[in-house]
């Protein structure tokens, strides 16, 4: 790799202005798509499985951001009939505000980062900010804030990104891998997150989803069912789960494994989990350690392509999209699962992670009155943090410059693609994908 000095890199972002200009980034183009919005969603659905498919769009028409949170393959390819920079970093590639959360790093501090990654992959770097663009302006509203207070969130959230993407451009390397946020104790819904997350035990878990046996006091536990979202699985289906783990032990540091292998597992259920997901195929392993009171949840989860591939030229195939998603997500993340990793199911890949551990995310209610705009400011600075890991701050923030105008043009673009994201989802309520529906 040849070694290319700061002012070179700088003024290599600084060029690109000239392939699209900072203020034309509000543009969107929704009737040059290659297909319908229902349409492209049909086709996402090829491989899920048939009887969660119905599920899934009747959690979509519930509201315009339940809509936007599944339909990430009708922005995939809004966004790419549209110009991008060409400045690639990796992707969170599904960035709105409900796929931050608050988590357990390894050494059991409760952290606050970017935690949904099933559609990372390296692209435009402004790919993740027009989505949560997006998903701010739709969160507003739906949160009762005006157009002009939902519009200023974004514009916030973007020139925290920029700030932030400056700073970084001037750190060393080594101390922008490890940076730490310090803006999360400023914004009202983080402590929402946090205090969930703090209750989300391994043994809240526990009396969540299972029950015992009987009720003798001690009886062994299994998964309850609560069909649709957990179901319990066949003998056969429970083999196949449990034998993906010797793959996926694999796969993990030595001392990963070693712990691992102090757990034996007990239960095995198919789990309906998130919104764009719905119809994949997802499965927890119940697992207990030090008796009855040491529980260890993991979910396998089916990752397909991400939707933005089809529209990246350079996009290598992913050999396999559980690795897809667990490289994506340690290149932005400074605190990782330490059970993260990937395995397979037959010809289907998983990823591997641990379920609801002190796992907590915000609400919608929680961004009503002055939470849209601290939080806002979060969602700017993690990105940034994630894109800065895993590409290069020099370059986007000599693209990015010190100006506002790069703001403004993205908090208009939040304005026009939730006002076609609500176009699209009345187009699904009307559809006979949902035709129940009032």
């Not at 690639?88 to 059991?108: E, K, T």
């Not at 949560?132 to 949160?143: C, E, I, P, Q, T």
């Not at 601290?374 to 290069?392: F, T």
Request: hydrophobic share 40%; proline share 6%; with cysteine.
């Amino acid at each position: 790799m040849q070694w290319t000095n700061p002012q070179e890199r700088r003024k290599f972002g600084q060029t690109r202005r000239k392939q699209l200009g900072r203020q034309q980034h509000h543009e969107l183009h929704p009737k040059t798509r290659p297909a319908s919005a229902l349409e492209l969603m049909e086709r996402s659905m090829r491989g899920r499985v048939p009887a969660l498919v119905k599920l899934k769009y009747e959690l979509m028409a519930e509201s315009p951001f339940a809509y936007f949170r599944g339909a990430a393959p009708v922005m995939a390819a809004d966004l790419a009939v549209i110009p991008n920079t060409g400045i690639v970093s990796q992707l969170c590639g599904d960035a709105h505000v409900r796929n931050l959360g608050a988590f357990a790093a390894p050494d059991g501090r409760l952290v606050f980062d970017i935690n949904d990654f099933d559609e990372t992959i390296r692209g435009p770097f402004e790919w993740d900010l027009k989505r949560m663009a997006a998903s701010l302006v739709l969160a507003g509203r739906a949160a009762g804030h005006k157009e002009g207070s939902a519009r200023k969130a974004v514009e916030a959230c973007i020139e925290r990104y920029a700030a932030q993407m400056r700073d970084f451009a001037r750190m060393p390397h080594l101390e922008v891998g490890r940076f730490q946020v310090h803006r999360l104790g400023l914004a009202r819904p983080v402590h929402a997150a946090l205090l969930k997350a703090e209750r989300a035990t391994p043994l809240h878990t526990l009396e969540q989803l299972t029950e015992p046996l009987s009720a003798e006091p001690g009886a062994p536990r299994r998964f309850k069912e609560a069909k649709p979202m957990l179901t319990r699985v066949s003998a056969a289906q429970a083999r196949a789960v449990l034998a993906s783990l010797v793959p996926y032990r694999a796969v993990l540091e030595p001392q990963r494994q070693h712990l691992l292998s102090l757990y034996r597992p007990i239960d095995v259920a198919f789990k309906v989990v998130g919104t764009g997901s719905v119809g994949l195929r997802d499965y927890c392993i119940y697992l207990e350690g030090n008796g009855p009171a040491d529980p260890l949840f993991l979910q396998i989860k089916e990752e397909a392509a991400s939707a933005y591939a089809p529209y990246l030229a350079d996009a290598q195939p992913a050999h396999h999209d559980g690795q897809r998603v667990a490289d994506g997500q340690r290149a932005m993340q400074v605190q990782t699962d330490p059970f993260l990793g990937w395995t397979h199911i037959g010809t289907r890949s998983f990823l591997v992670r641990q379920l609801n551990d002190h796992k907590g995310s915000i609400d919608i209610e929680d961004l009503a009155r002055g939470g849209l705009a601290a939080y806002a400011e979060v969602c700017g600075e993690l990105l940034a943090r994630g894109h800065a890991r895993s590409g290069d701050p020099l370059v986007i923030s000599g693209y990015l410059g010190a100006g506002d105008g790069f703001a403004e043009a993205l908090g208009k673009f939040g304005s026009l693609c939730a006002d076609q994201t609500e176009k699209d989802w009345e187009d699904l309520r009307r559809s006979r994908k949902v035709q129940h529906k009032p």
